[in-house]
Nanobody
Framework: QAQLVESGGGLVQSGGSLRLSCQAS????????IGWFRQRPGKGSEGILC????????RKDPSVEGRFTISRDNGKRTAYLQMNSLKPEDTAVYYC????????????????????WGQGTQVTVSS
């Protein structure tokens, strides 16, 4: 059974950092784009970062530019979201997702393109 499991969420003060992990089981990451999404209170799902499996391309939402980075360790079947300079408006449930269809280049931030999702991990940033 293919599964993604996030970890690393929690409570942090404004300006702090967290690193989220996304562990895959029943799947290899090597050929698939990985995305990180979040759902803030009262809002829909937002794509914030993705990493291509093919050409090392990443894509970022402007709201996280210069603060968040995505990385992947295919050997460990794990993707990471490093979040620095956190703000209260970053408070959300964060999800990792995998696009099963091989993409010839790049990655996208549209949730409907992703096939496997983790259960989410809560990140709360206090002011």
């Amino acid at each position: 059974q293919a599964q993604l499991v996030e970890s690393g969420g929690g409570l942090v003060q404004s300006g702090g950092s967290l690193r989220l992990s996304c562990q895959a089981s029943g799947l290899v990451l090597d050929y698939h784009a990985i995305g990180w999404f979040r759902q803030r209170p009262g809002k829909g799902s937002e794509g914030i970062l993705c990493a291509s499996a093919i050409d090392d391309t990443t894509r970022k939402d402007p709201s996280v530019e210069g603060r968040f980075t995505i990385s992947r360790d295919n050997g460990k079947r794990t993707a990471y979201l490093q979040m620095n300079s956190l703000k209260p408006e970053d408070t959300a449930v964060y999800y990792c997702a995998l696009e099963f269809r091989p993409r010839t280049a790049g990655c996208v931030l549209t949730p409907q393109d992703y096939d496997y999702w983790g259960q989410g991990t809560q990140v709360t940033v206090s002011s």
